[in-house]
Protein backbone atom coordinates (compact mmCIF):
# COMPACT_ATOMS: atom_id res chain seq x y z
CA UNK A 1 0.00 0.00 0.00
CA UNK A 2 2.18 2.70 -1.12
CA UNK A 3 1.33 6.17 -0.08
CA UNK A 4 2.35 8.46 -2.73
CA UNK A 5 2.95 6.00 -6.03
CA UNK A 6 5.01 7.23 -9.43
CA UNK A 7 4.99 5.86 -13.26
CA UNK A 8 7.29 5.12 -14.53
CA UNK A 9 10.16 4.84 -12.34
CA UNK A 10 12.66 5.13 -15.25
CA UNK A 11 11.98 7.12 -18.32
CA UNK A 12 15.03 7.15 -21.61
CA UNK A 13 13.53 9.22 -23.67
CA UNK A 14 14.79 11.16 -27.19
CA UNK A 15 15.23 14.84 -27.55
CA UNK A 16 12.22 16.76 -28.45
CA UNK A 17 9.89 13.55 -27.44
CA UNK A 18 6.78 14.76 -25.43
CA UNK A 19 6.34 12.75 -22.17
CA UNK A 20 4.04 12.12 -18.73
CA UNK A 21 4.48 11.17 -15.70
CA UNK A 22 1.83 9.94 -13.36
CA UNK A 23 1.49 10.78 -9.23
CA UNK A 24 -1.31 9.57 -7.33
CA UNK A 25 -1.75 9.54 -3.37
CA UNK A 26 -4.01 7.13 -1.08
CA UNK A 27 -3.65 9.42 1.74
CA UNK A 28 -6.54 11.92 1.65
CA UNK A 29 -4.29 14.85 1.37
CA UNK A 30 -5.74 18.14 -0.17
CA UNK A 31 -2.39 19.30 -1.33
CA UNK A 32 0.13 17.57 -4.28
CA UNK A 33 3.36 18.86 -5.41
CA UNK A 34 6.32 18.23 -8.47
CA UNK A 35 9.85 18.70 -7.61
CA UNK A 36 12.99 18.47 -9.76
CA UNK A 37 16.19 17.25 -8.07
CA UNK A 38 19.01 17.90 -10.44
CA UNK A 39 22.61 16.38 -10.75
CA UNK A 40 23.75 18.75 -7.93
CA UNK A 41 21.11 17.09 -5.87
CA UNK A 42 19.51 20.29 -5.62
CA UNK A 43 15.68 19.53 -4.66
CA UNK A 44 13.27 22.35 -6.16
CA UNK A 45 9.92 22.76 -6.18
CA UNK A 46 8.28 22.88 -9.71
CA UNK A 47 4.64 23.20 -8.99
CA UNK A 48 1.77 23.03 -6.04
CA UNK A 49 -1.82 21.54 -6.33
CA UNK A 50 -4.34 22.53 -3.49
CA UNK A 51 -7.63 20.73 -4.45
CA UNK A 52 -6.97 20.87 -7.64
CA UNK A 53 -5.82 24.20 -8.30
CA UNK A 54 -2.62 25.97 -9.05
CA UNK A 55 -1.23 27.37 -5.68
CA UNK A 56 2.51 27.55 -6.79
CA UNK A 57 3.69 27.78 -10.16
CA UNK A 58 7.71 28.49 -9.82
CA UNK A 59 9.64 29.65 -12.52
CA UNK A 60 9.57 26.57 -14.79
CA UNK A 61 9.34 26.46 -18.43
CA UNK A 62 6.02 26.44 -20.01
CA UNK A 63 6.53 23.40 -21.90
CA UNK A 64 5.80 21.58 -18.14
CA UNK A 65 2.35 21.70 -17.81
CA UNK A 66 0.99 19.70 -14.35
CA UNK A 67 -2.34 18.38 -14.71
CA UNK A 68 -4.04 17.69 -12.01
CA UNK A 69 -7.63 15.47 -12.43
CA UNK A 70 -8.66 14.83 -8.83
CA UNK A 71 -7.50 15.42 -5.65
CA UNK A 72 -5.51 12.19 -5.68
CA UNK A 73 -4.11 12.79 -8.64
CA UNK A 74 -0.86 15.34 -10.29
CA UNK A 75 0.54 14.55 -13.28
CA UNK A 76 3.50 16.20 -15.07
CA UNK A 77 3.07 16.09 -18.70
CA UNK A 78 6.50 17.73 -20.28
CA UNK A 79 6.37 19.02 -23.99
CA UNK A 80 9.65 18.70 -26.63
CA UNK A 81 12.18 17.23 -23.65
CA UNK A 82 15.39 18.67 -23.89
CA UNK A 83 18.99 17.15 -22.58
CA UNK A 84 18.37 19.79 -19.17
CA UNK A 85 15.40 17.97 -18.17
CA UNK A 86 17.14 14.89 -17.02
CA UNK A 87 16.29 14.77 -13.42
CA UNK A 88 14.55 12.91 -11.19
CA UNK A 89 10.94 13.96 -10.48
CA UNK A 90 9.21 13.54 -7.19
CA UNK A 91 5.56 13.77 -6.31
CA UNK A 92 4.82 14.66 -2.98
CA UNK A 93 1.31 15.53 -0.84
CA UNK A 94 0.86 17.02 2.25
CA UNK A 95 -2.63 17.68 4.67
CA UNK A 96 -1.58 20.57 7.14
CA UNK A 97 -3.74 19.67 9.75
CA UNK A 98 -2.59 22.83 12.17
CA UNK A 99 -0.03 25.38 12.03
CA UNK A 100 3.58 23.71 12.98
CA UNK A 101 2.26 20.25 11.81
CA UNK A 102 3.31 19.87 7.76
CA UNK A 103 4.96 17.28 6.63
CA UNK A 104 5.07 16.22 2.88
CA UNK A 105 4.92 12.68 2.02
CA UNK A 106 7.33 11.87 -0.91
CA UNK A 107 6.86 9.37 -4.01
CA UNK A 108 10.11 6.95 -4.96
CA UNK A 109 10.71 9.62 -7.58
CA UNK A 110 10.95 8.91 -11.52
CA UNK A 111 14.57 8.98 -13.37
CA UNK A 112 13.81 10.80 -16.84
CA UNK A 113 16.97 10.53 -19.10
CA UNK A 114 16.72 12.74 -21.93
CA UNK A 115 19.26 11.15 -24.81
CA UNK B 1 19.45 32.27 -4.63
CA UNK B 2 19.95 29.06 -2.36
CA UNK B 3 17.74 29.97 0.62
CA UNK B 4 18.53 27.14 2.76
CA UNK B 5 22.13 25.78 2.97
CA UNK B 6 23.54 22.46 4.17
CA UNK B 7 27.62 23.38 3.80
CA UNK B 8 29.02 20.02 4.63
CA UNK B 9 28.40 17.38 1.62
CA UNK B 10 29.31 14.36 3.64
CA UNK B 11 29.91 13.19 7.41
CA UNK B 12 31.10 10.08 8.49
CA UNK B 13 30.58 9.02 12.12
CA UNK B 14 31.59 6.11 14.03
CA UNK B 15 28.49 3.74 15.18
CA UNK B 16 27.54 4.58 18.71
CA UNK B 17 28.96 8.48 18.52
CA UNK B 18 26.94 11.72 17.87
CA UNK B 19 25.96 12.68 14.44
CA UNK B 20 25.27 16.19 14.07
CA UNK B 21 24.20 17.57 10.63
CA UNK B 22 24.22 21.40 9.98
CA UNK B 23 21.94 23.47 8.17
CA UNK B 24 21.58 27.71 8.14
CA UNK B 25 18.86 29.89 6.33
CA UNK B 26 18.86 33.14 5.11
CA UNK B 27 15.25 34.32 4.71
CA UNK B 28 14.22 35.32 8.27
CA UNK B 29 10.50 34.86 7.44
CA UNK B 30 10.76 30.69 7.72
CA UNK B 31 9.32 30.08 10.84
CA UNK B 32 9.15 26.48 10.01
CA UNK B 33 11.91 23.73 9.39
CA UNK B 34 11.99 20.10 8.61
CA UNK B 35 14.47 17.20 8.18
CA UNK B 36 13.94 14.15 5.94
CA UNK B 37 16.14 11.57 5.13
CA UNK B 38 16.47 9.99 2.17
CA UNK B 39 18.09 6.28 0.57
CA UNK B 40 18.94 5.95 -2.44
CA UNK B 41 16.60 4.83 -5.29
CA UNK B 42 13.75 5.84 -2.78
CA UNK B 43 11.97 9.56 -2.10
CA UNK B 44 12.73 11.62 0.76
CA UNK B 45 10.87 10.73 4.12
CA UNK B 46 10.06 12.67 7.04
CA UNK B 47 11.90 12.44 10.03
CA UNK B 48 11.54 15.50 12.67
CA UNK B 49 9.99 18.80 12.50
CA UNK B 50 10.53 22.44 14.48
CA UNK B 51 8.59 25.55 14.79
CA UNK B 52 10.30 28.69 15.06
CA UNK B 53 8.72 29.12 18.72
CA UNK B 54 10.98 26.35 19.91
CA UNK B 55 14.49 26.11 20.17
CA UNK B 56 14.57 22.19 20.53
CA UNK B 57 12.49 19.01 19.47
CA UNK B 58 13.22 15.79 20.37
CA UNK B 59 12.07 12.49 19.26
CA UNK B 60 13.43 9.53 20.33
CA UNK B 61 17.39 9.35 19.07
CA UNK B 62 17.09 12.61 16.86
CA UNK B 63 17.22 16.18 18.55
CA UNK B 64 16.50 19.18 15.94
CA UNK B 65 17.85 22.55 17.30
CA UNK B 66 17.33 25.78 16.38
CA UNK B 67 18.66 29.04 16.71
CA UNK B 68 17.22 31.69 15.14
CA UNK B 69 19.38 34.57 16.16
CA UNK B 70 22.38 32.96 14.07
CA UNK B 71 19.39 31.61 11.33
CA UNK B 72 20.67 28.07 11.66
CA UNK B 73 19.83 24.50 12.89
CA UNK B 74 21.27 21.42 13.55
CA UNK B 75 19.86 17.58 13.71
CA UNK B 76 21.86 15.68 16.03
CA UNK B 77 21.63 11.88 16.25
CA UNK B 78 22.16 9.81 19.15
CA UNK B 79 23.79 7.23 19.06
CA UNK B 80 24.36 6.53 15.23
CA UNK B 81 23.55 3.48 13.80
CA UNK B 82 24.15 2.36 10.37
CA UNK B 83 20.85 2.69 9.50
CA UNK B 84 21.18 5.94 9.65
CA UNK B 85 23.45 6.20 6.56
CA UNK B 86 21.38 8.12 4.30
CA UNK B 87 21.03 11.45 2.76
CA UNK B 88 19.77 14.56 5.40
CA UNK B 89 17.76 17.40 3.87
CA UNK B 90 16.87 20.20 5.85
CA UNK B 91 14.06 22.35 4.32
CA UNK B 92 12.46 25.74 5.39
CA UNK B 93 8.72 26.94 5.07
CA UNK B 94 7.26 30.30 5.76
CA UNK B 95 4.29 28.11 7.40
CA UNK B 96 0.83 28.29 5.03
CA UNK B 97 2.67 28.42 1.88
CA UNK B 98 2.96 25.35 1.03
CA UNK B 99 6.65 26.46 -0.72
CA UNK B 100 9.00 24.25 1.15
CA UNK B 101 12.47 25.09 0.25
CA UNK B 102 15.23 22.53 0.62
CA UNK B 103 18.33 22.26 0.79
CA UNK B 104 21.51 20.06 -1.10
CA UNK B 105 21.80 17.58 1.13
CA UNK B 106 24.18 15.92 3.50
CA UNK B 107 25.37 12.44 2.95
CA UNK B 108 26.17 10.79 6.43
CA UNK B 109 27.81 7.78 6.87
CA UNK B 110 28.22 5.80 10.04
CA UNK B 111 30.55 3.31 10.26
CA UNK B 112 29.95 -0.12 11.73
Known amino acids: DTAVSQTPKYLVTQMGNDKSIKCEQN?????MYWYKQDSKKFLKIMFSYNNKELIINETVPNRFSPKSPDKAHLNLHINSLELGDSAVYFCASSQPLAVYQETQYFGPGTRLLVL | DQQVKQNSPSLSVQEGRISILNCDYT??????FLWYKKYPAEGPTFLIS?????DKNEDGRFTVFLNKSAKHLSLHIVPSQPGDSAVYFCAALVSGTYKYIFGTGTRLKVLA
Open chain 1, 27 to 31: LGHDT
Open chain 2, 50 to 54: ISSIK
Open chain 2, 27 to 32: NSMFDY
